[in-house]
Structure formats: structure tokens, C-alpha cells
């Protein structure tokens, strides 16, 4: 999925994609959001940090408890106060809280 579909996902207002270092490689951002480059590039590396420990915690989980399907992680979202961020691979999509809609989101991110 490119940047410019990520962007009219419901919400949208920004879109990026980072490296598995959580290097920015690319960006989009609605006008009027408030958002930066340098916002996103500290986010990337922040969802590289938190695939790194849920996958951990995913693995232990299916160790200590003998239920499987947790591991390997896709995505994940962090739910803020006014927005959010949805992960999937090496992409994301921040949306504004009232117009999204996480499950589109995310179903939209795995399809690319």
C-alpha cells in the first residue's frame, strides 16, 4: 500500500514507512496536523522498540501458558488521548481518534 492510499484511510494523518532499524524512509502528512518528520522518525523507532518487546512477551506468553497464536506479531496500535498510531510490517498510519476506523486500518495495512 502506498502513502497516498494510506492517507485516505478514515482519520488519516499521516502516513509513513521506516527501515528494521526504525529508520523514517518515507512520509506523508495532512496539513494542519501538527504532525513532523521529526515525530514520525521518533515514532519508527519506537514501533521497532515495541514489535521487539511484544514479540518477546508473545513468546514467553505461548511458553509459560502452552496457547499458541500469539507469535509472530504483524501490527499492533498504541491508542493516544486525540490520536493513534496502527502498525503492520514496516508501515504505519496515524489517525485522529473520533474518525477512525482501526479495524479498516488494519485490515488495510495486511493487504498491502
Not at 498504541?78 to 477512525?100: F, H, P, Q, T, Y
Amino acid at each position: 500500500m502506498n502513502l497516498e492510499k494510506m492517507m485516505d484511510l478514515p482519520g488519516a494523518l499521516a502516513a509513513f514507512t521506516y527501515s528494521d532499524k526504525g529508520e523514517l524512509q518515507s512520509h506523508l502528512l495532512r496539513e494542519g496536523s501538527g504532525l513532523t518528520a521529526q515525530v514520525l522518525d521518533l515514532l519508527a523507532r519506537s514501533c521497532v522498540a515495541n514489535m521487539a518487546i511484544a514479540g518477546m512477551e508473545a513468546r514467553g506468553w505461548e511458553a509459560l501458558t502452552g496457547h499458541n497464536g500469539f507469535d509472530p506479531l504483524k501490527g499492533f496500535s498504541v491508542v493516544g488521548l486525540e490520536w493513534s498510531v496502527v502498525v503492520d510490517g514496516n508501515r504505519g498510519v496515524i489517525v485522529k481518534n473520533r474518525d477512525a476506523d482501526y479495524e479498516a486500518t488494519f485490515k488495510a495495512l495486511q493487504a498491502a
